[in-house]
């Protein structure tokens, strides 16, 4: 028997191109990511501005030569130690006793929600959201074959319950994800709208509460809803609060059952010995990483005010940056403020752009040059 036997009809092996055998859904898709422009001003990825105080980068550094002595073996492949902190600063946060059963980590909160899907979703299942919200739900979806479906939010960016059980009833989704501060609005929800969620979803809900430390005072967390909602995940990161994008470290908290359907689908040792100890290090200097949590809500709190002052509309944030619109042309406006230096994002619709918090200098630099490409006002 010859290849030629066995082999349908079709184009000649030699003239297979690469992008004929890619899969047919990503074909012709740009990866995602914001403009990473070298301009002196970036409000654009919601960073925190601050970088770890001396003692913290200190400590990081040393924790991670301490690993790499240790490089010729594989990291610990449970992240005990890791999940054991994680679960400290979610207890010390929000009051609510967990351990290290009841949390996952992974590689970003993007990696979080990828699992999720890869447990959970899958082809013939279907991922629910509000949108506008985080563009990576879609491709989560995509890239695990699960289908992806996204109803508008209401005009103040929230949620209507009575809405979201009709929608949890009628399309019945493996995976509901409420963004809670939202991305890019800002928005969080009420625990009553979360638990409307519980009471009418048949599969996951899962709050993503990646801002959540920026919250006002007053606004609660979902984790003081996990008792008693075994199908309730809540998703964190260090990369916002923490100051702590380059580790690249997400989490959730959720019953211990979820998280041993995560360690099915996960990689071999998919958090490296390096990242394990920079999250501990920044964990175990958690009140000193989150001093700069108080300003930054401060600047958001001062820019929301200037801004509405001008004329903006601006919803309310529980996070650290804003979404400012109306514009008649809101890629001019981005495009004028990238020429005064200052980079903000293009997203949330093409009227409008999202700020995030910098520091005073660089909000300040903000200002100025909003003001002069805007003449001031809104229209």
Same mark, same amino acid.
């Given at each position: ?16 191109? %690469? ?17 990473? *422009? ?29 690993? $790499? ?35 996952? $980590? ?39 074959? =699960? ?20 929608? *949890? ?17 800002? =928005?969080?929800?009420?625990?009553? =709208?979360? =638990? ?52 690249? %470290? ?72 804003? *979404? ?32 995030? %918090? ?9 200002? $100025? ?11």
């Amino acid at each position: 028997m010859t290849a030629s036997d066995v082999r349908p009809s079709a184009v000649p092996v030699a003239d297979v191109q %690469i992008g004929d055998l890619v899969r047919p859904e990503l074909r012709g898709q740009e990866p995602y990511g914001a403009p990473q *422009l070298d301009v002196p001003v970036r409000l654009n990825t919601n960073e925190n501005p601050y970088p770890p105080d001396p003692a913290t980068s200190a400590a990081v550094a040393r924790a991670v030569a301490g690993a $790499a002595a240790d490089l010729h073996r594989y990291p610990d492949r449970e992240a005990t130690r890791l999940r054991t902190a994680l679960a400290g600063h979610l207890t010390a946060d929000t009051g609510v006793p967990l351990d290290a059963r009841q949390v996952w $980590a992974a590689n970003g909160s993007n990696e979080v929600v990828q699992q999720l899907l890869q447990a959970f979703g899958g082809p013939g299942r279907l991922l629910l959201s509000y949108g506008p919200t985080y563009p990576m739900y879609p491709e989560y979806a995509r890239n695990t074959g =699960t289908a992806w479906r996204c109803e508008p939010r209401d005009e103040r960016y929230g949620v209507d319950p009575a809405r979201l059980v009709d929608d *949890l009833v009628t399309h019945r989704p493996a995976v509901v994800v409420l963004a809670s501060p939202n991305n890019p609005t800002g =928005t969080a929800l009420p625990l009553s =709208t979360v =638990t409307a969620a519980l009471e009418a979803a048949p599969g996951l809900v899962v709050v993503d509460e990646a801002y959540a430390e920026f919250r006002r005072g007053g606004v609660p967390s979902a984790v003081e809803l996990l008792d008693g909602h075994p199908r309730l995940v809540v998703v964190r990161t260090l990369s916002k609060a923490f100051a702590g994008a380059g580790a690249r %470290i997400g989490y959730l908290a959720a019953d211990p059952a979820v998280v041993d359907a995560l360690r099915v689908v996960r990689l071999p040792y998919h958090l490296s010995a390096l990242t394990q100890a920079a999250g501990c290090a920044l964990l175990a200097h958690r009140t000193e990483q989150l001093r700069t949590v108080d300003a930054l809500r401060r600047g958001r709190d001062d820019l929301v005010a200037w801004l509405r002052a001008r004329g903006w509309t601006v919803p309310d944030s529980d996070a650290n940056f804003v *979404l400012v619109g109306p514009f008649d042309d809101a890629r001019a406006v981005w495009d004028r403020l990238v020429a005064r230096g200052v980079l903000v994002r293009e997203i949330g619709g093409p009227e409008r752009l999202r700020v995030s %918090i910098g520091t005073p200098d660089e909000m300040a630099a903000f200002r $100025a040059a909003f003001a002069a490409v805007t003449s001031a006002g809104a229209p």
